[in-house]
T-cell receptor, first 120, second 113 residues
Framework: DTEVTQTPKHLVMGMTNKKSLKCEQH?????MYWYKQKAKKPPELMFV???????INESVPSRFSPECPNSSLLNLHLHALQPEDSALYLC?????FGAGQGYSSYNEQFFGPGTRLTVL | SQQGEEDPQALSIQEGENATMNCSYK?????LQWYRQNSGRGLVHLIL?????REKHSGRLRVTLDTSKKSSSLLITASRAADTASYFC?????????????FGTGTRLQVTL
């Protein structure tokens, strides 16, 4: 199974709502990622989890709260979002070789189809 | 920022023609990857080229890497309508942050019949 699944596909929420995005993979990957992508722009990294621990937070506002309950699941909890947070949210996973691996590093990332989020 | 610049921003060709996209980046890399994204969908990995490689082929794809110029190119030969998509290069930083990819600005390719 080489698929990354994301739910929901579309989400519309108000600025006072609390919602969650979910991501799942069964490839045995120990690195999982959240990206945010605005229209006609490249994906921007938000968070990286390795071995279920948060390893990179790209200075993301606290209204976005990631969670990695186990090696297959990744959640993104949303609270008090702003209209400018409307975007496509992409989850990805990859093998993890860690730091200092030089030419042996190999981090092809497998992406899910994304959740299209609209904040009203 | 490590973000790469890609050119052209948009490219329109006819089916059967070749398409070439270029990517430039700023700092040392372990490897460079190319991804494709159909409109509003997730990204699909196309090819990875390591910093000690100069050229790589995969089917109709040919990627070159010139680390002295910090640039890469993606050539799609004999293009098809199904190749219509956005193409992004992505670099990973050398020296320990192997898992963090930074994507270039992308090239939107339109292949017409």
């Amino acid at each position: 199974d080489t698929e990354v699944t994301q739910t929901p596909k579309h989400l519309v929420m108000g600025m006072t709502n609390k919602k969650s995005l979910k991501c799942e993979q069964h490839m045995g990957h120990r690195a999982m990622y959240w990206y945010k992508q605005k229209a006609k722009k490249p994906p921007e990294l938000m968070f990286v989890y390795s071995y279920e621990k948060l390893s990179i937070n790209e200075s993301v506002p606290s209204r976005f709260s990631p969670e990695c309950p186990n090696s297959s699941l990744l959640n993104l909890h949303l609270h008090a979002l702003q209209p400018e947070d409307s975007a496509l949210y992409l989850c990805a996973s990859s093998q993890w070789f860690g730091a200092g691996q030089g030419y042996s590093s190999y981090n092809e990332q497998f992406f899910g189809p994304g959740t299209r989020l609209t904040v009203l | 920022s490590q973000q790469g610049e890609e050119d052209p921003q948009a490219l329109s060709i006819q089916e059967g023609e070749n398409a070439t996209m270029n990517c430039s980046y700023k700092t040392s890399i372990n490897n460079l990857q190319w991804y494709r994204q159909n409109s509003g969908r997730g990204l699909v990995h196309l090819i990875l080229i390591r910093s000690n490689e100069r050229e790589k082929h995969s089917g109709r794809l040919r990627v070159t890497l010139d680390t002295s110029k910090k640039s890469s190119s993606l050539l799609i030969t004999a293009s098809r309508a199904a190749d219509t998509a956005s193409y992004f290069c992505a670099t990973d930083g050398s020296g320990g942050t192997a898992s963090k990819l930074t994507f270039g600005t992308g090239t939107r390719l339109q292949v017409t019949l």
